[in-house]
Structures are given as structure tokens and as C-alpha cells.
């Protein structure tokens, strides 16, 4: 079993040697050893040299809480990260994924506004939101994933001329707009952390190349507890994302799916078109779901032509029956995003913030 070690720099290991030591049990091939930082960042930046055998790094926002033996620390975790990237740059250290982890205040007090250390951080752990067993199992499944998927990189980045190969893309599967992107963003030449980001930031976290489970079903009409496990679930298994940073969660390629339907049900438009209702009837007379299959519309008036779900509820919908959510500085793959309007009616209810609605939306719901 080949370990995956993460070197933590927090000015409270102590206090969160309990944390760390839940997250190494999540999993057994996840290991931890946490260091305070020194006074001198060049020293952190030895320390961190000096381990051969590390697979990513996870760093307190606020280092300069505490003092340690040789006083208080003049740096956080961006400047650290930044040094770190830049020996990355320079191959003086190998790729090696980089993870922020912090208390929701201070994210949102000290990063949130920091735009340009977005960057420089892989993925952020909410130290507040690691409680309970299934929490540490997903925040040990994502830092598994960010490690073998910088580990892919690191190997197959510069023979993959286009991105379609480097993801291991179906042949009907990519957008050639995605392609012709990394192509002239010149990625097969660039390091493992752009790269990285790139496929983090407009291939897995957002759909449009890639859909979620739940997205996937919502198109399909069914609802997610019947397909899984269903012969319908197998007969798709070839166009089920299996490239770098695919651990997290199950996500499909959906013009590859597209393609299977139209060459499954010849006779019938495509699939988008249909009332889930439909979509059921045709998937049951090809015995590949099961009764009581058809996904149910989040309010019996709104339509059942399923393109997506409400990123609030994540439960299907037709976007005649949503809110548009802000779109700013798309890659023109992406799907757009949509809220219900009983959310958007009810922020309130359901935690919604309604600065995330497209702004002609919000200017809309306001002369309402």
C-alpha cells in the first residue's frame, strides 16, 4: 500500500493533533505530521525541502497567532505558499498539491478578500465543518485525491498534448473549445499546479465537460437512489470520469452520455426535450431501470424537462422554473448554474445568498 504524507504547518500543532490524527483514521493510507512554523520563512521553506516523502502540504491561514521558542511568526500562509510555488516553478522541489485549512472567520476576514492568493491553494479544508465521521472521510477522500491527481499530472503532463488525452476523454466526450483552451494557455508546457488548477477549476468543480451524479439523473429523470446500482448505472460506466482528481466524486461524461442515447433510442429527439416521465418510459422499456423511477419536480407546477438542478437543493429542474446565477468570466463549456425560485423567493429559508444571482435577476426580483 503506497501512503499518502501530508505535512501540516500550523502554530497549534497540539491543539490540532486531535483533528489530524481523526483524519489519518478516515483512512489508512493517509498519514500526517504536523510542524510549527520557524521564525525565518527560508527555514520553514528547509523543512519542507528536507522531506523527501511528502505527498501535499496543508497550512493554517493565521500562523502568527502563537509564539513559538524563537517568537511570533511575520508571515502567513499565502506568503509560504507563494515561496512554495516558486521553487515548484523553478523544479527545485517536486509538485505537490497545497491546502489551506482554517475557521470560516478567517476566511472569510483575511483570504476571501486576498484575490490574488486564490491561486496559489489547491483546496480548502473548513476546520470548523471536520466533525463526525463522514466529514472526516471526505476531507481524507479529497486530500487522497489532490495527491494522486498532482501524482497523474506530474507523469503524464508534458506527453499529453491536449487536454482530451491528458483526461482520458471518451472520443465524443470534449468540448474542442476546452481543447483549443489548454492548448493556447500553453499547459502541457507549464507546471503541475497550473494545470492542476485549471482542470480543479473549470473541469471537476464546475459541470459542463463533466456532470455530477445528481445532475446526471435530473437528465436522465430518474432520481438517484434508483439508478445506482441499476443496469442503467452499468450500461453507463464507460463514460464515467476516471482522469486526474476523479476520487472526490462520481462524475460523468455527458456528450459522451448524449452520444449513448441518441444511438440507444434512434427513433426519439434527444433527451433533453422529453418530460422525465418519458425519459423513464424509454430507459424501462430497454429494462435498464426500475419502477418508481421518475424523478420528482421540486413543486408539483414546475415543468419536468429536466436540464439540470438547483445548485441550492440539488434536486432537478427546468431553468424556466429557476433563476439564473451569476455567470462572470465563463469558459464557454461551462454550464450555467440556476436556482429554484422558491430559493431565490426565501433566501432566508434556505441559506441562500442572493448576491449570487446574475445581477439583471436581482435587479428584476427587486422592481417585483
Not at 26 to 34: G, I, K, T, V, Y
Not at 104 to 132: C, M, Q
Not at 138 to 161: H, M
Request: aromatic content about 8%.
Amino acid at each position: 500500500m503506497t501512503h499518502i504524507n501530508y505535512l501540516c504547518i500550523d502554530d497549534q500543532p497540539k491543539e490540532v493533533a486531535g483533528k489530524l490524527e481523526l483524519l489519518g483514521r478516515a483512512s489508512n493510507r493517509l498519514r500526517f505530521d504536523c510542524v510549527p512554523p520557524t521564525k525565518a520563512i527560508d527555514d520553514t521553506v528547509k523543512e519542507i525541502e528536507s522531506r523527501k516523502d511528502i505527498s501535499g502540504l496543508l497550512i493554517d491561514l493565521r500562523l502568527d497567532r502563537v509564539a513559538g521558542d524563537e517568537g511570533r511568526v511575520q508571515y502567513n500562509a499565502p506568503t509560504i505558499a507563494q515561496h512554495i510555488r516558486s521553487l515548484m516553478a523553478q523544479k527545485k522541489l517536486p509538485a505537490l498539491p497545497i491546502v489551506l485549512w482554517t475557521l470560516p472567520a478567517r476566511k472569510k476576514t483575511l483570504y476571501d478578500p486576498d484575490r490574488p492568493s486564490h491561486d496559489l491553494f489547491d483546496e480548502i479544508l473548513d476546520k470548523d465543518e471536520l466533525e463526525g465521521a463522514e466529514r472526516f472521510a471526505a476531507g481524507a477522500n479529497v486530500l487522497i485525491d489532490l495527491a494522486e491527481g498532482y501524482q497523474q499530472l506530474s507523469a503524464d503532463l508534458t506527453r499529453a498534448k491536449k487536454l482530451s488525452s491528458l483526461l482520458e476523454a471518451p472520443k465524443p466526450a470534449i468540448d474542442p473549445r476546452a481543447d483549443a483552451a489548454f492548448a493556447a494557455e500553453k499547459m502541457d508546457g507549464r507546471s503541475v499546479s497550473d494545470a492542476a488548477r485549471f482542470i480543479l477549476t473549470d473541469v471537476v468543480r464546475r459541470e459542463g465537460l463533466l456532470v455530477s451524479a445528481d445532475t446526471l439523473c435530473a437528465r436522465l429523470g430518474v432520481h438517484l437512489e434508483a439508478f445506482l446500482g441499476s443496469k442503467l448505472e452499468s450500461a453507463l460506466m464507460p463514460f464515467r470520469y476516471a482522469g486526474p482528481f476523479s476520487r472526490r466524486q462520481s462524475l460523468w461524461w455527458w456528450k459522451a452520455v448524449q452520444n449513448w442515447w441518441s444511438t440507444t433510442f434512434k427513433e426519439y429527439p434527444s433527451v433533453l426535450s422529453l418530460e422525465a416521465s418519458l425519459r423513464v418510459q424509454l430507459l424501462q422499456g430497454k429494462a435498464l431501470i426500475g419502477a418508481e423511477a421518475e424523478a420528482k419536480r421540486i413543486k408539483e407546477a414546475y415543468s419536468s424537462r429536466f436540464t439540470g438542478v438547483c445548485e441550492v437543493l440539488r434536486r432537478p429542474l427546468d431553468p424556466i422554473d429557476g433563476y439564473l446565477l451569476d455567470f462572470s468570466q465563463p469558459r464557454p463549456w461551462l454550464d450555467r448554474q440556476y436556482v429554484s425560485q422558491e430559493v431565490a423567493h426565501a433566501p432566508a429559508r434556505f441559506a441562500f445568498d442572493k448576491t449570487r444571482l446574475d445581477p439583471l435577476v436581482q435587479a428584476r426580483l427587486r422592481s417585483n
